[in-house]
């Protein structure tokens, strides 16, 4: 099996102050509270609409996604269902070649008739409507008059039915999703989004702010940076090993290289986090004093200098500072009170639109309800992302673990799929997520994830052979796994990793028996209600010395 850069981390384990346990407290009853306003709302505007909009839909899974993951109680089966609505309406709005009634009236009479078959008919992909008109046309048929057809059905006018929601509701989905689903269905979804994204990139490497944004208090240059800075950073969680990906985030960083510095605050927030992830410490720390100068007195933010504090601005700035790891704990107390005390009876935030927004009096009267979801939903996510979560909280309600035979045994059918795109979704599926360097690890995950976001490029490009030493021998006959903290020897062989790892980590040694004989397949951590391989597991402490 090919050896790779191990990647562990430890939790530090600490006693939080009883002032920090209640306020941490409120903060979780705050989320709580705001959660029924977003959820009325949001499927209110469901049902009236049907429409997936950015302000709207995504905020509500993103606000109830990142409150699940900080430990504030949401109803599991309907979020469930929120997530797989969304994922199947973007996906119907993914419509490149439909038969309507005009072009088949202007294909050739003969074949008119069969052509209804198809009638209004949508399909992403070219192939796929060309295997349609072969179910319906003859072989000569479909020979003599496929190009015209193809061109006829071509849906060249971006919309409602072929951008999958829209840019800006595509990136909440990504920045916002549960990183819990790993699916069929989510796996679909996310493939496609990639491609509609990649064709909504503008020719200069941005991606062009549209809907609510263009409006907002900035120049339209800083409006599509900033929308170019948040979808890089959705893009930047998917796994794919696609080469037009890389090539269009490519082009979207040379893009917002040089561009101009924004004074909106959303633009700070936007460029500390991709600065904070692609750029430099020092170009980080100056956005942040920046940002950190930004407080008010209140403990709020607001989006233009001067101007006063509300929810949105508040909530993604608290977002923002913990998405760095570094507590800013005075900062953050501060602005967690400013939502505590402004948060209303109904639990949501007002926001009046004129402080985000530009427009005459009845345009930002209309903007009102829209403004406080926005505000309401930003709030909920960054009191959720600003929470401690610390090992002892996290080991209160242990979980009931998968069973790694079950988990290998999938990973063994994945490697075994004649599709490579399969064979790799099945690689990343072991591998180490950014959510769990954080979790495990948050002093030094950024440095980490940075280091393993190089070497996993490598992994993927060596797919087949990891696959092909994985599956050999033929049919798995038994998987005998191991507990290395219960077993002597192995307990010596990881003393040094069992220093530094929390002791709540199951770690695991596996056997595996098959047809043709039998090997061992590295070390198997479980966390985040999943299980991990890693290679050269005891290696890891020689990295953890040369990364201080």
């Known amino acids: 099996m090919c050896r790779f850069l191990t990647l562990v981390a430890f ?32 499927l209110a505007w469901i049902n009236k609409r049907d429409c997936m909009s950015c302000h709207v839909v995504t905020f509500m899974l993103w606000a109830h996604n990142e409150a699940r993951a900080h430990g504030v109680p949401v109803d599991a089966k309907k979020l469930a269902e929120w997530n797989v609505w969304s994922m199947n309406k973007s996906l119907s709005q993914r419509v490149f070649f439909k038969l309507t009634d005009k072009a088949i009236k202007a294909a050739p009479a003969p074949i008119q008739p069969k ?13 796929d409507f060309i295997a349609a008109l072969a179910k319906t046309l003859k072989s000569a048929e479909l020979q003599q008059h496929q190009a015209a057809l193809v061109k006829q059905a071509a849906v060249t006018k971006r919309g409602a039915v072929n951008d999958g929601g829209g840019l800006d509701t595509l990136t909440q989905l990504f920045l916002g999703r549960d990183l819990q689903l790993t699916n069929e269905s989510f796996n679909k979804f996310l493939t496609g989004s990639v491609e509609l994204m990649i064709g909504l990139q503008h020719a200069s490497g941005l991606w062009q702010a549209a809907g609510q944004l263009p409006s907002r208090h900035w120049p339209r240059d800083v409006a599509d940076e900033t ?15 696609e080469p037009r990906l890389r090539k269009s985030v490519a082009r979207a960083h040379a893009a917002v290289k040089n561009a101009r510095p924004g004074v909106n605050l959303e633009w700070i927030v936007a460029r500390m986090l991709y600065e904070h992830r692609f750029g430099t410490p020092a170009r980080t720390a100056e956005l942040k004093d920046q940002l950190l100068k930004r407080q008010n007195a209140d403990g709020g933010w607001s989006a233009l200098p001067g101007g ?46 004129g402080l985000l927004s ?114 050999r021998g033929g049919p ?73």
Do not use: C
């Not at 209640?22 to 989320?31: H, I, K, L, Q």
């Not at 052509?115 to 192939?127: A, I, S």
């Not at 307990?491 to 039998?518: C, T, W």
């Open 358 to 471: 530009k427009g005459g009096p009845d345009r930002l009267k209309k903007l009102e309800p829209i403004h406080r979801y926005w505000g309401t939903a930003w709030a909920a996510i960054g009191l959720a992302r600003s929470l401690r979560d610390n090992a002892q909280d996290k080991a209160e309600k242990p979980r009931a673990k998968p069973s790694l035979e079950e988990a290998y045994r999938r990973w063994d059918r994945g490697f075994s799929s004649p599709k490579k795109e399969e064979r790799e979704r099945t690689l990343l599926s072991m591998l180490p997520a950014e959510k769990d360097l954080h979790y495990l690890f948050p002093k030094h995950a950024n440095k980490l994830w940075a280091l393993w976001l190089k070497n996993r490029e490598n992994l993927l490009r060596h797919t087949d052979d990891i696959a092909r030493e994985i599956t």
């Open 115 to 127: 052509l209804t078959r198809l009638l209004d008919e949508g399909f992403t992909h070219e192939k």
């Open 476 to 548: 798995i006959i038994q998987i005998k796994p191991t507990n290395a903290r219960a077993d002597t020897d192995r307990r010596k062989s990881y003393a040094k990793i069992f220093e530094v790892i929390p002791r709540d980590v199951p770690v695991f040694d596996l056997y595996v028996r098959r047809q043709s004989g039998g090997s061992g397949s590295g070390a198997f951590l479980f966390l985040n209600d999943r299980w991990i391989w890693l290679q050269d597991l005891d290696g890891f402490p020689v990295l953890l010395d040369k990364l201080k």
């Open 227 to 241: 929308t170019t800075l948040w979808t890089i950073l959705a893009l930047a969680g998917d796994q794919s090993s």
């Open 11 to 42: 939790a530090l384990v600490f006693t939080v102050p009883a002032t920090a346990r209640a306020a941490d407290a409120s903060v979780r009853n705050s989320v709580g509270r705001s959660l029924p306003y977003l959820e009325k709302e949001g």
């Open 308 to 353: 006063k504090s509300e929810a949105f601005s508040s909530g993604q700035s608290l977002y923002a500072l913990r998405v760095l790891g570094d507590k800013a704990d005075a900062a953050v107390r501060r602005g967690q009170k400013y939502l505590l005390d402004t948060q209303e009876k109904n639990g949501s935030w007002t926001v009046f639109p």
